[in-house]
């Protein structure tokens, strides 16, 4: 299974840009997903999550407002709209799920990443 994104780019501060995580391979289904983030000399940190297969949100308190996880099922990808972008939002942003293989087999799976530069 293999999780890859894309969209990331440099953008001003203020633009808009969407990011797309698609995974592949052997799926029996997707639970969990969820969009991280780590900037330069910070932990990797959690922007917005589905608790479960299409449940309820979480998003981080910096993000509330300006970005919006969703997900498409039927094409095992998920999203994230990030409007109104701010400079200390640079980060390699991470597409994290929670995959099941087989009824009874699953795992997280993380993506190589896709690096956002926002800039003032």
């Known amino acids: 299974v293999q999780l890859v994104e894309s969209g990331g780019g440099l953008v001003q501060a203020g633009g808009s840009l969407r990011l797309s995580c698609v995974a592949s391979?052997?799926?029996?289904?997707?639970?969990?997903m969820g969009w991280y983030r780590q900037g330069p000399g910070k932990q990797r940190e959690l922007v917005a999550t589905?608790?479960?297969?299409?449940?309820?949100?979480n998003y981080a308190d910096s993000v509330k407002g300006r970005f919006t996880i969703s997900r498409d099922n039927a094409k095992n990808t998920m999203y994230l709209q990030m409007n109104s972008l701010k400079p200390e939002g640079t980060a390699m942003y991470y597409c994290?799920?929670?995959?099941?293989?087989?009824?009874?087999?699953?795992?997280?799976?993380w993506g190589q990443g896709t690096q956002v530069t926002i800039s003032s």
């Open positions: 391979g052997s799926i029996f289904s997707i639970n969990a």
């Open positions: 994290s799920a929670d995959i099941q293989v087989s009824p009874d087999y699953g795992y997280s799976c």
């Open positions: 589905f608790t479960s297969r299409g449940g309820s949100t």
